[in-house]
């Protein structure tokens, strides 16, 4: 009935916090620069910022939510005049929808956040390879 509208409010939250992310890392970037000299915009070679790995979260919340209001909207749960759910218009169907946003959608919004995090640890491991094969190939080989 409404158990998209967690998945809204938790890609909100990734919205705000990803904004604020990418704001301090750039506000960071410009001191690294200044301080080494080097031009804007240079950061490490294999590293990926964690504002874009936010944004990955957030595409994923956005685009469930999307396709779970478009489910709702085709099956008549969602209205497009006020109170908007249907299931709100009446106490007995509002209990029953407030009872599944906190299972199904507290669940989904779980699982898309746990595998939005294996993900980002199949990518830290890939960054710490890719610089460990770096530095081992600018190490010179001891004779």
């Known amino acids: 009935m409404a158990c998209f509208t967690v998945t809204v409010v938790e890609a909100i939250a990734t919205t705000i916090a990803t904004k604020a992310v990418e704001k301090r890392e750039r506000k960071l970037q410009k001191k690294e620069n200044a301080e080494t000299g080097a031009s804007v915009g240079i950061s490490a070679e294999h590293k990926i910022p964690f504002s874009r790995k936010l944004k990955w979260l957030n595409r994923m919340l956005w685009g ?11 099956h008549g749960e969602i209205v497009p005049y006020f109170p908007f759910l249907t299931a709100a218009s009446n106490p007995e169907d509002a209990a029953e929808m407030l ?9 989904m919004a779980l699982l898309v956040t746990l595998v939005w995090l294996g993900i980002v640890g199949v990518t830290a491991l890939m960054e710490k390879k890719a610089a460990k094969e770096d530095k081992s190939e600018t190490e010179e080989p001891v004779k």
Request: charged share 15%; glycine share 16%.
């Open 99 to 107: 009872r599944e946003m906190g299972t199904v959608g507290v669940s």
């Open 64 to 74: 469930g939510s999307a396709l779970l209001a478009f489910e709702h909207l085709w």
